[in-house]
């Protein structure tokens, strides 16, 4: 039985917050930035600590200016001035929020007009898997009224940092992944044949509390006979029969950090081409760990991943990847594909995800998380038994 270690404590030193910033400081010279800005919850997060649930409010903005020279500044509503106050940022810039007329254009052209200049450039949240948390029409404001900056693409910078994780952040996500292997793991123990998707999905949420999760975002659960044709949506009211294949796939988070793997249960008997099939997945994970070391690429991984299913008779899948980064979100950049080709280094935190179509409209899929050492890949999850666990 899957056992958790003590929790790594909540939270990160000053001293990480300080290495992030010169992090980010000598990325900034090199794309020639003189800042970035973030909007994002885990931007934002990333960068100061600040967490709040209140980003489920849609309505204020919130600002957070990364200067290529000089401290982290904080231009937030006036309602989270206490909570900005208890992290590591002691330049806090607020507004009363809302006033959609000048809902922080005001405060922000005077921050960024402040800076020390070099490039005349200023990075955004542009990029792929980003968003720029703010009204299109104050964004084009904002850019307009700043003198002498142009508004870029800061992605790059942003991904580069965030991309390779400190032993702090690895010790969380190993955490977080030790938490959801031992709710797996005891899910046989708790769920019967006769129960829905919604039962197991019910089941392992409270698994994962009760182990000390903070949340669960993510838990879809899938079932099938003789497989399942997707893995998105879901858990439903079908109710689990013999001859199923029941996929749960589970974003649970700890203290900002996130696991992203799934486990395959038999209810009942299966049949040989769904043994066959999870034969096959399983092996190409091995061959995705295995390939998972400093100086490989993502599309080395796909690649060492592909030969093994396409050996097995795999028929293709809809997924479009096999597998991505990890961190703070679900997922994250790079992707595991043919055509990614980033480079692998210590520190990235990789999910290892190959699955294939075996029979028409029926697909197996398996996940492991890993990070990149020095000399290959450590594994954070408990790997999943080679035959699957079975429900009866």
Same mark, same amino acid.
């Given at each position: 039985?899957?056992?958790?270690?003590?929790? +790594?404590? $909540?939270?990160?030193?000053?001293?990480?917050?300080?290495? $992030?910033?010169?992090?980010?400081?000598?990325?900034?010279?090199?794309?020639?930035?003189?800042?970035?800005?973030?909007?994002?919850?885990?931007?934002?997060?990333?960068?100061?600590?600040?967490?709040?649930?209140?980003?489920?409010?849609?309505?204020?903005?919130?600002?957070?200016?990364? +200067?290529?020279?000089?401290?982290?500044?904080?231009?937030?509503?006036?309602?989270?001035?206490?909570?900005?106050?208890?992290?590591?940022?002691?330049?806090?810039?607020?507004?009363?929020?809302?006033?959609?007329?000048?809902?922080?254009?005001?405060?922000?052209?005077?921050?960024?007009?402040?800076?020390?200049?070099?490039?005349?450039?200023?990075?955004?949240?542009?990029?792929?898997?980003?968003?720029?948390?703010?009204?299109?029409?104050?964004?084009?404001?904002?850019?307009?009224?700043?003198?002498?900056?142009?508004?870029?693409?800061?992605?790059?910078?942003?991904?580069?940092?965030?991309?390779?994780?400190?032993?702090?952040?690895?010790?969380?996500?190993?955490?977080?992944?030790?938490?959801?292997?031992?709710?797996?793991?005891?899910?046989?123990?708790?769920?019967?044949?006769?129960?829905?998707?919604?039962?197991?999905? $019910?089941?392992?949420?409270?698994?994962?509390?009760?182990?000390?999760?903070?949340?669960?975002?993510?838990?879809?659960?899938?079932?099938?006979?003789?497989?399942?044709?997707?893995?998105?949506?879901?858990?439903?009211?079908?109710?689990?029969?013999?001859?199923?294949?029941?996929?749960?796939?589970?974003?649970?988070?700890?203290?900002?950090?996130?696991?992203?793997?799934? $486990?395959?249960?038999?209810?009942?008997?299966?049949?040989?081409?769904?043994?066959?099939?999870?034969?096959?997945?399983?092996?190409?994970?091995?061959?995705?760990?295995?390939?998972?070391?400093?100086?490989?690429?993502?599309?080395?991984?796909?690649?060492?991943?592909?030969?093994?299913?396409?050996?097995?008779?795999?028929?293709?899948?809809?997924?479009?990847?096999?597998?991505?980064?990890?961190?703070?979100?679900?997922?994250?950049?790079?992707?595991?594909?043919?055509?990614?080709?980033?480079?692998?280094?210590?520190?990235?935190?990789?999910?290892?995800? +190959?699955?294939?179509?075996?029979?028409?409209?029926?697909?197996?899929?398996?996940?492991?998380?890993?990070?990149?050492?020095?000399?290959?890949?450590?594994?954070?999850?408990?790997?999943?038994?080679?035959?699957?666990?079975?429900?009866?």
């Amino acid at each position: 039985m899957t056992t958790n270690a003590t929790p +790594p404590k $909540r939270g990160f030193t000053r001293t990480e917050f300080e290495a $992030r910033l010169e992090r980010a400081q000598a990325a900034m010279t090199a794309n020639e930035l003189d800042g970035l800005v973030v909007t994002s919850p885990h931007d934002v997060r990333y960068f100061s600590g600040f967490a709040t649930q209140f980003w489920e409010s849609p309505t204020r903005p919130w600002f957070l200016i990364v +200067p290529r020279e000089g401290h982290v500044i904080a231009v937030i509503p006036e309602i989270g001035e206490p909570g900005m106050a208890m992290t590591w940022v002691d330049d806090i810039r607020t507004w009363p929020a809302p006033i959609p007329e000048d809902d922080g254009i005001s405060l922000m052209k005077s921050a960024l007009e402040g800076l020390p200049r070099r490039f005349g450039r200023i990075g955004w949240e542009m990029g792929r898997e980003q968003v720029i948390r703010m009204p299109i029409k104050d964004f084009d404001r904002l850019r307009g009224q700043v003198s002498g900056l142009e508004f870029v693409d800061g992605s790059p910078t942003i991904w580069g940092l965030r991309m390779v994780k400190s032993p702090a952040e690895v010790a969380h996500i190993r955490h977080i992944c030790q938490i959801a292997s031992g709710a797996f793991e005891r899910l046989p123990n708790t769920l019967s044949m006769g129960e829905t998707e919604l039962d197991a999905s $019910r089941k392992i949420r409270l698994e994962l509390m009760h182990g000390g999760a903070d949340l669960v975002p993510f838990a879809a659960t899938i079932s099938g006979h003789g497989g399942y044709d997707q893995i998105i949506v879901g858990p439903t009211d079908r109710v689990l029969g013999d001859g199923d294949v029941l996929f749960i796939d589970l974003g649970a988070i700890y203290d900002g950090y996130s696991s992203d793997f799934d $486990r395959n249960y038999a209810i009942g008997s299966i049949s040989d081409d769904v043994a066959r099939a999870h034969e096959a997945v399983w092996q190409a994970t091995e061959a995705g760990i295995a390939a998972a070391r400093p100086g490989a690429t993502t599309s080395d991984l796909w690649r060492a991943m592909a030969k093994v299913l396409e050996d097995a008779g795999s028929q293709g899948l809809n997924v479009g990847r096999m597998g991505h980064g990890l961190g703070m979100q679900l997922t994250e950049p790079p992707s595991n594909t043919p055509d990614d080709k980033t480079e692998l280094v210590p520190g990235m935190v990789m999910t290892i995800e +190959p699955g294939m179509e075996f029979v028409p409209g029926k697909m197996l899929v398996h996940e492991e998380n890993v990070v990149i050492t020095e000399d290959g890949c450590d594994l954070l999850t408990t790997r999943a038994p080679r035959e699957m666990w079975r429900i009866g």
